[in-house]
């Protein structure tokens, strides 16, 4: 339909990607079409319920609503307001949390819309994988035996500021684009949190390996103390050879 402007790297249809990208219309208004990823996690897998993210490894995925490096959407802030991850990830629909940034408007009330993600998903537009994959091969539409899921919403503004130049609309769509801040801050916490359980793991190990160490009770003492077993287990031949009769 529309011609791409150059600003962003990625086409809005492309494979497996959330992106924003400023597009001409076919009315030949100049459009900022905004993607973001949902996720959520479940507690077991008997659970047919859905949260937003909750391990401590989840990091930004925390946030529910993330963009291609699972890291909090900056459309979250995009207009200066202040945010609280708990009362976001709480909210079932990007419409009241993901506002267009300087410059533009919505399209009608309905701004954000479900878009299918590539692969298989089921009639939601949900994909399922054990956990937040990048790797749009890692996903299907089937919840059994998963964990985690995740899917696609698409937005598009348009200029609310007749005549603004390109420079200022550019600009305008880089402060909501993914920085490599924000991908190092997410890689960052997510390695923190995969170092705390491993500590809580070798904690566990440790304590099983320490009671599997640990005498039985039968040869322990009322204080506590191990009882003196070398007379008791001492062979008949000690006895012999010291000239005691048996």
């Not at 035996?145 to 600009?171: K, N, Y």
């Amino acid at each position: 339909p529309g011609g791409v402007d150059g600003a962003g790297s990625q086409d809005p249809q492309s494979p497996g990607m959330c992106t924003s990208k400023i597009v001409t219309g076919e009315n030949g208004k100049r459009m900022l079409v905004a993607e973001v990823w949902e996720l959520q996690r479940r507690y077991t897998l008997f659970h047919q319920s859905w949260d937003a993210p909750f391990l401590p490894h989840d990091a930004e995925k925390k946030w529910r609503w993330v963009d291609n490096q699972y890291c909090r959407h900056t459309l979250l802030t995009a207009r200066g307001q202040c945010v609280d991850r708990e009362l976001v990830s709480q909210i079932d629909s990007p419409n009241e949390v993901l506002l267009p940034p300087p410059g533009w408007k919505a399209l009608g009330s309905d701004i954000w819309k479900v878009v299918p993600a590539p692969g298989s998903c089921d009639e939601e537009c949900w994909q399922y994988a054990v956990d937040f994959y990048t790797t749009d091969s890692a996903w299907s539409d089937a919840p059994a035996w998963m964990h985690c899921r995740r899917r696609r919403w698409r937005a598009e503004f348009e200029v609310d500021i007749e005549g603004m130049f390109d420079d200022v609309a550019v600009a305008a769509l880089k402060e909501i684009s993914p920085s490599k801040r924000d991908s190092r801050c997410c890689s960052w916490k997510a390695m923190v949190g995969r170092m705390i359980l491993l500590v809580l793991f070798l904690v566990v190990i440790a304590a099983v390996c320490r009671w599997r160490d640990a005498p039985p009770a039968s040869c322990l003492m009322p204080s506590g103390e191990p009882h003196d077993t070398r007379g008791i287990l001492e062979p008949p031949e000690a006895g012999l050879s010291a000239g005691h009769p048996l």
